[in-house]
Nanobody
Framework: QVQLVESGGGLVQAGGSLRLSCTTS????????MGWFRQAPGKEREFVAA????????FYADSVKGRFTISIDNAKNTVYLQMNSLKPEDTAVYYC?????????????????WGQGTQVTVSS
């Protein structure tokens, strides 16, 4: 059974940093792409970043490029999202997702497994 559990969200001032964690179980790691998405109230879930587990190739949304970093700790079966220079518009529920493919996709419907989400609030 695949499980994804996010943690690390919270309230931070604009310009601050947070690191989100996604602890996984039940995945055959080398065959997966791991992604982070976010959803603000009244908006559709949007792509933030993704990483190919086998090669650690990464891909970012333009809105977070240069500020956010996605990474994997294979020993801990954990995916991280380091978020720096946070802006109020980054406020959302952040979700970890897994896609059973080596092809990175930015569409949330292409992902097979999801965590429960963690709230990130950035105050101005």
């Amino acid at each position: 059974q695949v499980q994804l559990v996010e943690s690390g969200g919270g309230l931070v001032q604009a310009g601050g940093s947070l690191r989100l964690s996604c602890t996984t179980s039940g995945l055959t790691f080398s065959n997966y792409v791991m992604g982070w998405f976010r959803q603000a109230p009244g908006k559709e879930r949007e792509f933030v970043a993704a990483i190919r587990w086998r090669s650690s190739n990464t891909f970012y949304a333009d809105s977070v490029k240069g500020r956010f970093t996605i990474s994997i700790d294979n020993a801990k079966n954990t995916v991280y999202l380091q978020m720096n220079s946070l802006k109020p518009e980054d406020t959302a529920v952040y979700y970890c997702a897994a896609r059973n493919s080596i092809i990175i996709h930015t569409t949330f419907k292409k992902y097979d497994y999801w965590g429960q989400g963690t709230q990130v609030t950035v105050s101005s």
